[in-house]
């Protein structure tokens, strides 16, 4: 036997009590397996709220208005719960309706024009209040007011306003010599009318998260544009603006998504009219589900959904386009 190639005991005992501690035991096991599906459950433990939020806030009402518009609800069926199935006749219906054009349009400028001023103005404020002075904080505070207001309060005193005989904007004008102008009673006006006061609610909501992303930005970024000769507009527009533009977007398609439901201040306002005038998707579905004797159900929750597509098309179309000026 050749002895040199032999293994002393002592050295294979350690190598075996090595490997006896480094492999745990079945109870070891046991344990790990234990202490991991404990950790999932409390994972689980903690969402199940939010899920549970989700579908009884979320999931469940998008159902059963997808549900309402493949259907023919009555008054009668909508508590019994027998309404035929019929479809997409619903949202045919909707679609060759003579108020889907108009109310189609009046959406689109409602929303646009209104994200336009209330981005462009909310910028100006949050630029303006980078700069330190004396009143900065106060008139911050009050310009959060609108925001603050019930939506209720809002329109009602726009409506007040705005009124074509007792109004202070027509005593403005008439302290000018321009005559009244109906403002709320107006197919030329209303829209118009109701788009203002959206701006006037909206602003103070992109100068709180727009002056956040300016105080977000490191001022040495902008000390160095200085040296480099960059200043005023042109510092803005170079620098300032795309390093802002995570924060715009995230301004605009929320505003985005806000705007597009607004309903509150139309109705107030103007109840979606003279006529037509100023009728929106989300007063016409509201029009169509309970301001009539008669609810159409059906139509009112198709155009519901409308309006939830348009949303979605709108903040796909609006990511893409970020996704790409992001990788350029």
């Known amino acids: 036997m050749n002895h040199a190639t032999q293994t002393p005991p002592a050295a294979v005992a350690g190598e075996r009590r090595g490997r006896d501690r480094a492999a745990p035991s079945g109870a070891g096991r046991r344990g790990v397996v234990r202490r991991r599906w404990a950790g999932q459950w409390t994972a689980w433990a903690f969402l199940a709220p939010v899920a549970v939020y989700l579908l009884v806030f979320y999931a469940y009402p998008l159902y059963r208005n997808i549900e309402l518009s493949l259907r023919?609800?009555?008054?009668?069926?909508?508590?019994?719960g027998d309404a035929p199935f019929t479809g997409l006749?619903?949202?045919?219906?909707?679609?060759?309706?003579?108020?889907?054009?108009p109310a189609l349009w009046h959406t689109m400028v409602f929303t646009v024009v209104s994200l336009a001023f209330q981005f462009t103005i909310g910028l100006a404020l949050a630029v303006f209040f980078t700069r330190n002075f004396r009143l900065s904080a106060t008139?911050?505070?009050?310009?959060?007011?609108?925001?603050?207001l019930p939506l209720i309060v809002s329109s009602s005193t726009w409506s007040w306003m705005l009124n074509s005989d007792s109004g202070v904007v027509n005593a403005v004008l008439a302290a000018f010599g321009i005559g009244p102008v109906h403002w709320l009673t107006s197919p030329d006006w209303s829209l118009w009318s109701v788009t203002i006061a959206?701006?006037?609610?909206?602003?103070?909501?992109?100068?709180?998260?727009?002056?956040?992303?300016?105080?977000?930005?490191?001022?040495?970024?902008?000390?160095?544009?200085?040296?480099?000769?960059?200043?005023g507009w042109r510092r803005f527009r170079s620098v300032t603006f795309p390093l802002l533009r995570p924060v715009s977007a995230i301004t605009l398609l929320l505003g985005l998504v806000y705007t597009l439901k607004v309903f509150d201040i139309i109705w107030i306002m103007t109840k979606g009219g003279p006529s037509t005038s100023s009728t929106t998707f989300a007063t016409w579905s509201y029009r169509l589900g309970f301001g009539n004797l008669l609810p159409a159900f059906g139509p009112g929750a198709a155009v519901g959904n409308l309006l939830i597509v348009m949303a979605l098309v709108f903040g796909l179309i609006y990511i893409r386009v970020q996704r790409r000026q992001v990788a350029a």
């Open 72 to 80: 023919n609800y009555t008054v009668r069926s909508f508590v019994q």
């Open 198 to 231: 959206n701006i006037w609610i909206g602003i103070p909501f992109n100068l709180v998260v727009l002056y956040s992303g300016l105080q977000a930005i490191d001022p040495a970024i902008d000390e160095a544009a200085a040296l480099d000769g960059a200043v």
């Open 139 to 148: 008139l911050r505070a009050l310009f959060l007011v609108p925001w603050l």
């Open 89 to 101: 006749a619903n949202y045919a219906k909707v679609v060759r309706d003579a108020t889907f054009g």
